[in-house]
C-alpha cells in the first residue's frame, strides 16, 4: 500500500556527508515504523537506523552511532539519513523499508519490514 524511493546516494570522500531520502506514496508514513538498511558487496543485509511512527523511539546500529541521524518529515511524508563522517566500510546499498505500526522491537533483520524501496548506491573512498 506505500511505496518508497530512496534517493540521495553517491560517491564521496572518507570524512564526507551525505543525506538520503526517502520518498513515500500511497499512504502516509504515520502509519509505519520506518528503517534505513544496507548490503555491503558479499555481506548480508544490516540495520543501520529505524524510527517508529511517532518519531520518538530512535534505534542505530553502534556502527553508526553518533555519525548518522534518522528523522522523518510526516508533511514531506519523506524519512531521512543524515550520514556524517562516512568511512570506507560505509559502503552499500542503501534500502528504506517501512513495516506497520503494530510491529514493536527493533527487527535486525528486516524481515518484519514488509515495503522496501529500491535502494541507493552509496561509495566512500578513501
Known amino acids: 500500500q506505500v511505496q518508497l524511493v530512496a534517493s540521495g546516494g553517491g560517491l564521496v570522500q572518507a570524512g564526507g556527508s551525505l543525506r538520503l531520502s526517502c520518498a513515500a506514496s500511497g499512504r502516509a508514513i504515520t502509519n509505519y515504523g520506518m528503517g534505513w538498511f544496507r548490503q555491503a558487496p558479499g555481506k548480508e543485509r544490516d540495520i543501520v537506523a529505524t524510527i517508529n511512527w511517532g518519531g520518538d523511539n530512535l534505534y542505530y546500529a553502534d556502527s553508526v552511532k553518533g555519525r548518522f541521524t534518522i528523522s522523518k518529515d510526516n508533511a514531506k511524508n519523506t524519512v531521512y539519513l543524515q550520514m556524517n563522517s562516512l568511512k570506507p566500510e560505509d559502503t552499500a546499498v542503501y534500502y528504506c523499508?517501512?513495516?506497520?505500526?503494530?510491529?514493536?522491537?527493533?527487527?535486525?533483520?528486516?524481515?518484519?519490514?514488509?515495503?522496501w524501496g529500491q535502494g541507493t548506491q552509496v561509495t566512500v573512498s578513501s
Open positions: 523499508a517501512a513495516r506497520e505500526k503494530y510491529y514493536s522491537g527493533t527487527d535486525y533483520s528486516g524481515r518484519s519490514y514488509h515495503y
